[in-house]
């Protein structure tokens, strides 16, 4: 009777578990003015850069004690000139409300808070700046 009575508390803690890391956050939950589909010119050419809320959750287990967490990051994209697209990383406010990110060169890039829906900030390619100005 013990051993069935532990199996059964058992299962009723993973499904417990398992319902608690299940519930999914809302891409509207993520905050940023940089989400979504922007036009762009990099150095006078012309591009496209996407900002997107993705599924962030994280599962870890100990043994047989697993622990999930729900939660939701900024995926970015770009595209120079009608090029494949590569991978924006490292999305994070600057402290006067702009966007610092790294290409997928590990360039560090900058917009600042747009005013109307335009924003005109800079990339970086062999440690010198080049204009970036965006809007949407």
Known sequence: MNTALNTVLWIALAIAAAAAGCSPVAASQVSGWWGGNWTCTIDGRPAKMKWSAVDDSQTSCDGDVCSSTSGVRWQGRFSDNGSHWVALNNPRRGSNGG???NHAD?????????TGNRSK???TW???RYSLVCWH
């Open 106 to 114: 590990g360039n560090r890039w900058y917009l600042p808070t747009p």
């Open 126 to 128: 062999n440690g010198q």
């Open 99 to 101: 966007l610092y990110f």
């Open 121 to 123: 900030g800079w990339t």
